[in-house]
């Protein structure tokens, strides 16, 4: 019974996912849901990523947190269209909530939406907002266990960036044992090394997202 | 419909975990549920505690976790009971999963058992597994935003241990703000610093933890 419940809200969110990602496609927008634990510097993130692309293409921004606008504040500062999402006590997004942000977005004139998911490495990997690309990030502070531990984020995700490298001095985490660990559960996935305090590794994270906006066969408008 | 299910979910589990509540007081074991982001550091918090706690009493151990076992192997190896849960996936542990080990334990040689709780800032504060006291760690790589973005952990639990203190001229995070806002929270909540990798705090800690033994009336055995 608790199973065919599970079973029925997983299958309704497919379905209004679905509905997000024909919209997207429409509208030609490259749409990227951004997972970690809390803290691992996915807004940081965020806000490196608008620094270095926001003359180069239009983007917007969907904050998902439990509670708080100091996410949307964040961005908002940048000047780049952002709406905040309260879950009220839930611990991820789902594909409706995203729907009900659509009336804040001009899509007509927007390149890149990243949503940015409740900070969380377990639940936000198990639903689909309809999104392009999922993109991981786990900081080095976290440790290396971390892929054989939570592997379906890692086995979802098309990439890892792996952030706060600047770190690595001072705490006890091997890079190549999260490359070999998640390579082992996603043959696919990207790895990039990046501090969001430092810059390091930016430019070429850049750079891959916006091969994902050309491999979609997208123009910047 | 689907916020009765998840009341159900809640009742069904409140009531298995009042039932694991009074064999802990009948049994008189202190049980602890340890709580965190993935790698704030349950995991070494709890060897440093056995180590220093080992000689003066009898502790037992649950590792909660969505898959392996290394958790489970880092405690055994201090030679002490210890069972894992693997959920599968679940992104927290309950009452019934608790009750499942308990056929593993001699509870009439046992004064602590720790339940280290699968690594998510946001569920598993949810779920009363019929523990004595709940202890929520938070790393400064997570940053001090956290207590405003998830606030139910720090509401519930009983102490905040702010770990990786040594991290703190490497990181960008107010000591003070994440106890001022915790304190916004939880007025009554008890509020510790330490570093699992230098072993500053951990005596206080130990301190702590061995008075919530006495604070229940309960002897060494």
């Keep these: 019974m608790k199973i065919n419940v599970v079973r029925n809200i997983l299958e309704a969110n497919a379905r209004i996912a679905a509905e997000n990602r024909e919209l997207f496609a429409e509208k030609k927008v490259l749409v ?13 993130l965020l806000e490196k990523t608008i620094d ?10 969907i904050e998902g947190d439990i509670q708080s606008s100091q996410d949307a504040e964040r961005i908002a500062a940048k000047d780049i269209p952002v709406v905040q999402i309260n879950t009220g006590g839930a611990c991820h997004l789902d594909g409706n909530m995203i729907r009900d942000t659509f009336h804040h ?3 007509d004139a927007l390149d890149l939406l990243v949503v940015e998911n409740v900070g969380n490495l377990v639940c936000p990997a198990e639903f689909d907002l309809g999104e ?7 900081s080095v502070a976290e440790g290396d266990d971390k892929p054989a531990k939570y592997p379906l984020i890692f086995h979802e995700s098309q990439a890892l960036l792996i952030n706060k490298i ?3 001095p001072y705490v006890d985490c091997s890079v190549e044992k999260i490359r070999a660990e998640s390579l082992k559960i996603n043959t696919q996935i990207a790895i990039l090394e990046v501090s969001c305090r430092t810059g390091l590794g930016i430019s070429e994270w850049c750079a891959w997202l916006t091969d994902r906006i050309a491999a979609k066969g997208l123009g910047i408008k």
């Excluded at 270095?52 to 921004?61: F, H, P, T």
């Excluded at 392009?132 to 786990?138: G, N, Q, R, S, Y």
């Design 132 to 138: 392009d690309v999922k993109v991981a990030i786990l």
């Design 105 to 107: 977005f001009d899509f």
């Design 166 to 168: 600047d770190l690595l």
């Design 52 to 61: 270095s692309l926001k003359g180069r293409m239009a983007i917007g921004v």
């Design 32 to 44: 990227m849901n951004l997972m970690s634990s809390p803290g691992a510097g996915k807004t940081s």
